[in-house]
T-cell receptor, first 119, second 111 residues
Framework: GAVVSQHPSRVICKSGTSVKIECRSL??????MFWYRQFPKQSLMLMAT?????????EQGVEKDKFLINHASLTLSTLTVTSAHPEDSSFYIC???????????????FGPGTRLLVL | KNEVEQSPQNLTAQEGEFITINCSYS?????LHWLQQHPGGGIVSLFM???GKKKHGRLIATINIQEKHSSLHITASHPRDSAVYIC?????????????FGKGTKLSVKP
C-alpha cells in the first residue's frame, strides 16, 4: 500500500528557533499534501493544503508566515515552523493524495506524525 | 454541534468481545474514512467508503448515506486493537478533499 513518511518523528527545540518537518510519499506521486495539527485530546485540524508547484492554501486562523509550506516535488512537502513558541508544541501530521481518477474517491495516506515540543 | 459526532467517546472491552463504534455526520459527503491512531500518535487509514460495507480481516465498516451514519465493527477484539478510532468525512464539494474529523473513540481491550 501507499506509504508516507515524516521526519523527524520527534523534535525538541528552544523558543525562537525554526523547525522543519518533512513529509514524503515513498511509492507514489502526491499531487496534493495536507498538513494537520493535533493538540492533546483534540481532533486533527487541517492547517493547509499544499499542491505541488504552487502556493499552499491555508485554513482560517493559520498564519502563513509562521508555518511555511513548500511542496517542491511530487514526493516531498515541508512544513517549517518559524520562530517557534511553546504554544506551537503539538503533533503535526501530513497526509498525501495521489492523482485522482474517476474511479477513485478521495484517498489520503497519512504520515506517522511529528511531535514538536518547544521549550 | 460538531459536523462529525462519534460514540462512544471511550470504550473498554474484554478480549474476544464484538465492538461497535458509531459515527454520525450532518453534511453531504463524498467519502467517509475510518482511521486508527496508535498511542504513539501514528495514524493508519483503515477504510474509505462511500456506500455499503467493507471488510478487512476482523474489521468491518458500514455506511448508510440516507441516515448519515457509519459504524466500525471489530470482531474477536484483541488487546492490540487498543487505539483511538477516528471517523473523518470528505465534505461533498469541499476544497481539495478537506477532511472533517470526529473527536475519536478511545478503545481499550483488556486481556
Amino acid at each position: 500500500g501507499a506509504v508516507v513518511s515524516q521526519h523527524p518523528s520527534r523534535v525538541i527545540c528552544k523558543s525562537g528557533t525554526s523547525v522543519k518537518i518533512e513529509c514524503r510519499s515513498l511509492d507514489f506521486q502526491a499531487t496534493t499534501m495536507f498538513w494537520y495539527r493535533q493538540f492533546p485530546k483534540q481532533s486533527l485540524m487541517l492547517m493547509a493544503t499544499s499542491n505541488e508547484g504552487s502556493k499552499a492554501t491555508y485554513e482560517q486562523g493559520v498564519e502563513k508566515d509562521k508555518f511555511l509550506i513548500n511542496h517542491a516535488s511530487l514526493t516531498l512537502s515541508t512544513l517549517t515552523v518559524t520562530s517557534a513558541h511553546p504554544e506551537d508544541s503539538s503533533f503535526y501530521i501530513c497526509s498525501a493524495r495521489g492523482p485522482t481518477s474517476f474511479l477513485i474517491l478521495e484517498t489520503q495516506y497519512f504520515g506517522p506524525g511529528t511531535r514538536l515540543l518547544v521549550l | 454541534k460538531n459536523e462529525v459526532e462519534q460514540s462512544p467517546q471511550n470504550l473498554t472491552a474484554q478480549e474476544g468481545e464484538f465492538i461497535t463504534i458509531n459515527c454520525s455526520y450532518s453534511v453531504g459527503i463524498s467519502a467517509l474514512h475510518w482511521l486508527q491512531q496508535h498511542p504513539g500518535g501514528g495514524i493508519v487509514s483503515l477504510f474509505m467508503l462511500s456506500s455499503g460495507k467493507k471488510k478487512h480481516g476482523r474489521l468491518i465498516a458500514t455506511i448508510n448515506i440516507q441516515e448519515k451514519h457509519s459504524s466500525l465493527h471489530i470482531t474477536a477484539s484483541h488487546p492490540r486493537d487498543s487505539a483511538v478510532y477516528i471517523c473523518a468525512v470528505a465534505k461533498y464539494g469541499g476544497s481539495q478533499g478537506n477532511l472533517i474529523f470526529g473527536k475519536g473513540t478511545k478503545l481499550s481491550v483488556k486481556p
